[in-house]
């Protein structure tokens, strides 16, 4: 049972565009949701995160965009570089006791040609 | 100040072998999670630590993986009898207090090939 589904698997962007990937979830337990980028050999890190509570969290050129009734959420990058192109994943965590515990989506390839 | 580690970088084992992988977190964090990254695949939980807390072993995938952590410092994943699909990236990352809505600090992973 995937609880958080992330697409698309891969996506290609010219230098300047606008990348965006699209998550979806099913726990309505979830409050939590972060973006993570992983560069090949590293480990992810944390990009930007948001809360039920907001619609829509921006940080530089990284949003995301925030539909508690649907159930989705989006990272949005604006003005792509090729030193954006990096696996993206998506992830949440519910609240209560297990709040620590982040479910990720399977990833996005982008890659951002120059 | 130094990022999370983890040793080997690269593991290759025969089936059957046991592996033996190490984590050390940022100092101070007192949360401490391994996760498990197949080729192409999201991150999956493993277990969680959190100071002197019973840890939370809900997501290791069977009873050939175990983990253990000294205090609140280094941490050992170990796989018995390893077999080909526990071929992975393993991750290990910390936070400073492991609640909810906390970074958790990655390191680079341990590649894990079993023949």
């Known amino acids: 049972q995937q609880q958080v589904k992330q697409s698309p698997q891969s996506l290609i962007v010219q230098k300047g565009g606008i990348s965006i990937i699209n998550c979806a979830y099913e726990?309505?337990?979830?409050?939590?949701f972060p973006w993570y980028q992983q560069f090949p050999g590293k480990g992810p890190a944390l990009l930007i995160a948001i809360r039920p509570d907001v619609s829509e969290k921006k940080e530089g050129r990284f949003t995301i965009s925030f539909n508690k009734s649907a159930k989705q959420f989006s990272l949005h990058i604006m003005d792509s570089q090729p030193g954006d192109s990096a696996t993206y994943f998506c992830a949440a965590s519910p609240s209560g006791g297990s709040n620590y515990k982040l479910t990720f989506g399977k990833g996005t390839l982008l890659t951002v040609n120059p | 100040g130094a990022g999370v580690s983890q040793s080997p970088s690269n593991k290759v084992t025969e089936k059957g072998k046991d592996v033996e992988l190490r984590c050390d977190p940022i100092?101070?964090?007192?949360?401490l999670y391994w996760y498990r990254q197949r080729l192409g695949q999201g991150l999956e939980f493993l277990i969680y630590?959190?100071?002197?807390?019973?840890?939370?072993k809900s997501g290791l995938p069977s009873d050939r993986f175990s983990a253990e952590r000294t205090g609140e410092s280094v941490s050992t994943l170990t796989i018995q009898r390893t077999q080909q699909e526990d071929s992975a990236v393993y991750l290990c990352?910390?936070?400073?207090?492991?609640?909810?809505?906390?970074?958790?600090?990655f390191g680079p992973g341990t590649r894990l090939l079993v023949l």
């Open positions: 100092s101070g964090h007192t949360a």
């Open positions: 630590f959190q100071g002197n807390s019973a840890p939370d």
């Open positions: 990352a910390s936070s400073p207090l492991g609640g909810g809505g906390e970074t958790q600090y």
């Open positions: 726990n309505t337990a979830f409050d939590y």
